[in-house]
């Protein structure tokens, strides 16, 4: 991993999403959870976002808000800086054609019905590629699996239960290199992913990014990997944004407490293992 | 899909259900051909003949004869000519006359006889013995007497020109014929019911017509049912209010009583089997809806369908290819238990006189319905309508199995 990745400013670019006290409550009385509490955000064209937050925090609900996916009960989402209206099924595919996702659980995002050939042709399908020779799509196929460290050739023809779940979300990302949406909200995309793996494949979603100005929204709980990718970041606790600014700004001079202790909790390799406490627990038995 | 049918035939439930229905079936489609015609020809005149093999008496009498000489024919004869009932009344004669019948076995008709042509004087006067009494008792002595005696019976027919009787032949006791030899046999294994149809005839036929009925109804049921619960589950919001409100009305007022009222209102006359299959299923699909609509509201939030919807799929596809195929084992074991409860619904229909009209096709309902009419279950006729019974019996077992066989392959935790 390098350290010396440059980061852009892009606080005065155009806009792409932003949020204005944006809410989502689920269930009502006492089995009230405020999922998402009253956020503010600014996200830019082009710009690296990492939403970072300990598991329960929100993030997920927050990402099916954006994607339009689930109504936010109270607040508002801006896109382009204008008010988002999705209120129609029409408008709603509209607003589709240049968004996509990578959900969390990848085990529930495949049709099991489907070969995996299936997910990955709908993608050129969507393209406008439905006319091209089979030779060329078995090309772009096999092109985008290998941004993901998988063979093409070892997968055609089988089911995705047939894969293991590092595989599926490979998969998943594969489908981004084929469809070069212009926003990416990506849930926790590499939490299956060997950490050698993830590096590569983050390095060439990078790349995608610089060559066509995807937006792109990263979830995540490890901190250290929204510093090493994001340009901006966002920490959430129990629905709030607790602080949010440029990468380095924020990890690197943490303001509030929770972000701290998430820093402070990013295993170090090379540091002592503190077994003292083990000691005292297996003396008292 | 290879795979899931592989294991649902592994299933040994379902395969045993299957293969009792396979059956069923089969026997619908092989035995009109070996016994063809009308099922609801009426063959007999009288009422409830019972099951047996029948052969023509006047064929029998132009058969050529064998002599057999058969040393328990006799007792035999009058064995089976002696009722239970003139049996206790000899007991009774022989109390009244004081006569020592320690020991004796009414069913042993050699020990019973002995002691009657021992002991029985007509002359006799006993103490409370009615004249009509009286009379039995000589009745009784004089036909034991003649089926004892070694008699013939002689066939006369009327001569062409007079019209006197001219004698053909003698039918001596000892005549025998070979069944295989008579002209005219008709075997009715289950008998006829109470307008003299061959049973069994009618009962095949009237399998085929409930099955029928059973799968349109089915049909029909699943197929509201599914649209309606996908709709109002996948759609949801107000379409979901309103659909949800008229499954609820459907459900409040019980099937049964709707049923009811629609067979009794459309009439008679308009009442073929088909229209109270639709009638029928048209009543039973609120249960599909509801569960159709329950399983869809677990799977509309799944990534896979958002997925789906994010690549701009229409609503049509994203039914059809990522909850349909989810629910599908569901809908097929729902629509086997819709098939199973028409059939029974057709039957309880039918019993209570609103099923199809009864000129056309036989139903299973309607064999019940007309077993009833006529009493067969006073009469002792167990013929039309016991098979009819377990016949209703072994289809929804084996459909019912079928079911719990499948439900056992699809549902995990139920597998052992
Ligand atoms: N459909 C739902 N109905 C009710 N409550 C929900 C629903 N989805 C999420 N929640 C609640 O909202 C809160 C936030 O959940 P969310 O899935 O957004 O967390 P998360 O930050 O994505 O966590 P993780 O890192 O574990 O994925 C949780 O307390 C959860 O229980
Ligand atoms: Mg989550």
């Excluded at chain 1, 999403?17 to 009385?29: A, C, D, E, N």
């Excluded at chain 2, 009422?47 to 023509?56: K, L, N, Q």
């Excluded at chain 2, 004669?93 to 009414?106: K, M």
């Excluded at chain 2, 009209?357 to 009833?372: H, I, R, S, Y």
């Amino acid at each position: 991993m390098s350290e010396t990745r440059e980061r852009k400013d892009f606080s005065n670019g155009p806009l792409c999403l932003s949020g204005r006290g944006v809410t989502k409550v689920f269930g009502i009385g006492d089995r009230k959870t405020v999922a998402v509490d009253h956020v503010d955000f600014d996200f830019h064209e082009g710009e690296f976002v990492s939403i970072v937050g300990e598991s329960g925090s929100g993030k997920t609900t927050l990402s099916k808000l954006l994607l339009g996916l689930m109504n936010p009960t109270e607040g508002e989402i801006l896109f382009e800086g204008k008010p988002r209206d999705i209120s129609s099924g029409s408008k709603k595919r509209e607003y589709w054609k240049g968004i996509q996702a990578i959900f969390q659980d990848p085990f529930s995002s495949y049709n099991v019905f489907h070969k995996i050939d299936s997910v990955l042709l709908d993608c050129i399908n969507m393209r406008g590629g439905r006319n091209l020779s089979k030779e060329k799509k078995i090309e772009l196929m096999t092109e985008a699996c290998s941004f993901v460290n998988l063979k093409f050739a070892e997968l055609t023809n089988k089911y995705p239960f047939e894969l293991s779940g590092g595989q599926m979300q490979r998969l998943m990302i594969a489908r981004i290199f084929l469809l070069k949406p212009r926003i990416l909200l990506a849930d926790e995309p590499t939490s299956m992913v060997d950490a050698c793996s993830r590096a590569t494949i983050l390095d060439m979603l990078l790349d995608l990014r610089d060559e066509t100005g995807m937006t792109i929204i990263f979830i995540t709980h490890d901190i250290g990997l929204a510093y090493y990718i994001s340009d901006t970041v966002y920490i959430m606790e129990h629905g709030r944004f607790v602080e949010s600014g440029k990468a380095d700004e924020v990890i690197l001079n943490p303001q509030a407490a929770y972000t701290k202790r998430l820093i402070s909790d990013v295993p170090k390799i090379h540091e002592e293992w503190d077994l003292s406490t083990v000691d005292l627990l297996s003396k008292e038995e | 899909m290879k795979n899931t049918l592989r294991q649902v035939f592994h299933s040994s439930k379902f395969l045993v259900g299957f293969i009792i229905f396979l059956l069923i079936l089969l026997t619908m489609w092989v035995y009109p051909f070996l016994n063809p015609g009308n099922p609801l020809e009426m063959i007999g005149v009288g009422t409830f003949a019972r099951p047996g093999t029948y052969f023509s008496l006047y064929d029998a009498v132009n058969t050529p004869a064998e002599t057999l000489r058969l040393s328990d024919a006799d007792d035999k004869r009058v064995a089976a000519s002696m009722s239970m009932e003139d049996r206790v009344a000899m007991v009774e004669w022989f109390t009244l006359a004081e006569v020592d019948i320690e020991g004796l076995d009414i069913n042993d008709t050699d020990a019973l006889l002995d002691l009657w042509f021992a002991n029985y004087d007509s002359s006799l006067k006993l103490k409370g013995m009615t004249n009509a009494k009286k009379n039995y008792y000589k009745r009784l002595d004089r036909s034991i007497r003649e089926i004892r005696a070694a008699d013939t019976f002689t066939l006369m027919h009327p001569d062409e020109d007079s019209g006197e009787l001219v004698k053909r032949s003698d039918i001596s006791k000892t005549d025998y014929i070979n069944v295989g030899q008579v002209t005219n046999v008709k075997r009715l294994p289950l008998g006829t019911d109470n307008f003299g149809r061959d049973v069994l005839k009618e009962l095949v036929s009237a399998t085929g017509t409930s099955i029928v009925i059973g799968l349109i109804a089915g049909i029909v049921a699943t197929f509201i049912g599914l649209s309606l619960g996908l709709l109002a589950g996948y759609v949801g919001g107000f379409l979901d209010d309103i659909i949800m409100f008229i499954t609820n009305i459907f459900t409040v007022i019980p099937s049964f009583v709707l049923l009811i009222l629609i067979s009794y209102s459309i009439g008679q006359d308009q009442r073929g089997a088909s229209v109270v299959a639709i009638v029928i299923g048209f009543t039973s699909w609120t249960w599909t809806a509801r569960s159709v609509r329950s399983q869809v509201i677990s799977l509309r939030n799944r990534d896979h369908v958002n997925l789906s919807k994010l690549s701009g799929h229409s609503l049509v596809r994203i039914i059809l290819t990522d909850i349909l195929p989810y629910i599908a084992s569901y809908v097929v074991m729902a629509f086997i238990l819709q098939v199973s409860s028409g059939i029974l619904s057709e039957a309880q229909l039918s019993l209570l006189g609103l099923g199809p009209k009864t000129t056309e096709v036989p139903t299973l309902g309607l064999m019940m319905n007309w077993a009833m009419l006529y009493s067969a279950h006073t009469n002792g006729s167990w013929w039309a309508y016991f098979p009819v019974i377990l016949t209703i019996t072994f289809i929804s077992f084996s459909l019912n199995l079928m079911n719990t066989g499948l439900d056992q392959v699809f549902n995990p935790t139920l597998r052992d």
